[in-house]
């Protein structure tokens, strides 16, 4: 997973620094696997957590099927 993430994150830089030169205030990344329980879930925490580290990022994390067993 840490070899995933660390492609996304590098994948998603040049994303966020043209959504700051274009003053755009809301990226939403969706990250999703069969059932949203184990994986998805630790992708995006994992995610949120090196996201929220960049200057002038807010992140917001939210799992849509984690409890709806």
């Not at 995006?44 to 067993?69: C, I, M, N």
């Amino acid at each position: 997973m840490k070899d995933f993430v660390d492609r996304y994150v590098l994948a998603l830089e040049p994303v966020l620094d043209g959504y700051r030169t274009e003053n755009k205030h809301y990226a939403t990344i969706a990250v999703g696997c069969t059932g949203g329980k184990h994986r998805s879930v630790a992708v995006a925490v994992e995610l949120s957590k090196r996201l929220a580290q960049y200057p002038r990022v807010t992140v917001t994390t939210s799992h849509r099927d984690l409890g709806r067993e």
